[in-house]
C-alpha cells in the first residue's frame, strides 16, 4: 500500500509563505518518476500545480511561476512545495499525487487560506 500524507497547510497573510510536504509511505520517492501537487478550490476543478520526474524536468502551472518551487528529499521520502509571495486566490486544498506507471495515488490535502 503507498500513503501520501500532506502537511503543512495553514491560515496565513497574504504575502507569506508556506512549506508543504508530502511524506510518502510503502514505495520510495526515489523509483516514482512524477510527483506532482494540484489544488482545488471550492466550486473550482482541481488545478495542476507542479510536477517533478526523477530526470530532473519540473514543471509548474502558470498560478505558481514564479513563487512555488518543487523538491525532493529521498532520504526523509518527502516532496516538498515551498510557496512564497502568497495571494487569497491561492486559498485552496492542496493535494500530492504520485503517479505509478498507470494512475495517480493521492494525498488527502491539506488547507491553505490566504488572507488579504
Known amino acids: 500500500q503507498v500513503d501520501l500524507v500532506e502537511s503543512g497547510g495553514g491560515l496565513v497573510q497574504a504575502g507569506g509563505s508556506l512549506r508543504l510536504s508530502c511524506a510518502v509511505s510503502?514505495?520510495?520517492?526515489?523509483?516514482?518518476?512524477?510527483m506532482a501537487w494540484y489544488r482545488q478550490a471550492p466550486g473550482k476543478q482541481r488545478e495542476f500545480v507542479a510536477f517533478s520526474a526523477t530526470g530532473g524536468t519540473i514543471s509548474y502551472g502558470d498560478s505558481g511561476k514564479g513563487r512555488f518551487t518543487i523538491s525532493r528529499d529521498n532520504a526523509q521520502n518527502t516532496v516538498y512545495l515551498q510557496m512564497n509571495s502568497l495571494k487569497p486566490e491561492d486559498t485552496a486544498v492542496y493535494y500530492c499525487?504520485?503517479?505509478?506507471?498507470?494512475?495517480?495515488?493521492w494525498g488527502q490535502g491539506t488547507q491553505v487560506t490566504v488572507s488579504s
Open positions: 499525487a504520485a503517479g505509478l506507471g498507470r494512475s495517480y495515488i
Open positions: 510503502g514505495r520510495s520517492i526515489a523509483s516514482v518518476n512524477l
